[in-house]
């Protein structure tokens, strides 16, 4: 990833937890109000949570930006965690967090053609801010989105793919579980993987891809190789996991 766009200033500041949601047994929706006025960002682009001893996490912003300074992030708890497991475990309401951003150059590009969006776990979050931002534009330009994880509490932000696709009119999602631990009777396997098999030509597509590293790779590999999709129109937001 690139650190910083161009032109947009990058901004320290503290952050009051407004509210924590736990949607599922190991993910946290974390909304947080910006105490700085000057920060702001584009849907896509992430910001830094810096720590006492100055060691830093990233977190993609998940909500359109609102001029007010509001942010949400989704943490994924990992088990001994440094920040992710104190996010899930203990914070509140009123907390107070430092951060630092925004960064990426993660965003929508304009053009008709034809978008998917791809998505691994807690990836999800800028794919939901394209997603609120972007909504009316990804339902022109025919987007669906396919979201990958191990098992259905990985999905946390679908309760059915009915409701999901009502609140994003013109966008459909197809989820997709690679070790579902419930009767499941949607899709299985890789999540790139699935995209190939309903889009083997994606010559004339754009790609969004955010998540785990390996999946990340895989897509970009296979979809220029297998699918003939130009290697510019593949467009990546990948963090390596650190708790």
């Known amino acids: 990833l690139f650190r910083s766009e161009p032109g947009r200033r990058i901004v320290q500041s503290g952050a009051r937890v407004v509210e924590v949601n736990r949607p599922s047994a190991d993910v946290a929706i974390v909304t947080l109000q910006v105490v700085q006025p000057e920060f702001s960002f584009e ?25 007010q300074g509001r942010v949400e992030w989704h943490v994924r708890r990992i088990e001994g965690g440094r920040f992710s497991a104190h996010v899930y475990d203990k914070l509140k309401a009123r907390d107070l967090l430092r951060i630092e951003g925004p960064f990426g150059t993660f965003k929508l590009r304009a053009g008709d053609a034809p978008i998917v969006l791809l998505a691994s776990g807690t990836g999800y979050a800028p794919i939901a801010a394209l997603l609120a931002t972007h909504g009316d534009e990804l339902a022109r330009r025919g987007a669906v989105l396919y979201w990958g994880g191990r098992r259905i509490g990985d999905l946390y932000g679908v309760s059915s793919v009915a409701e999901w696709e009502a609140a994003h009119p013109g966008v459909r999602i197809v989820p997709v579980l690679s070790v579902p631990d419930e009767p499941w009777s949607g899709r299985r396997g890789l999540v790139h993987q699935a995209v190939l098999d309903d889009l083997p030509d994606l010559s004339a597509h754009e790609v969004y891809a955010c998540g785990n590293p390996l999946m990340i790779d895989a897509a970009r590999d296979s979809f220029t190789a297998q699918a003939r999709l130009p290697v510019d129109n ?8 650190k708790a």
């Open 234 to 241: 593949f467009f990546a937001d990948a963090f390596l996991f």
């Open 43 to 67: 849907a896509g682009q992430y910001a830094e949570v810096v720590m006492r001893d100055g060691t830093r996490r990233c977190y993609s912003m998940a909500n359109a930006p609102d001029g």
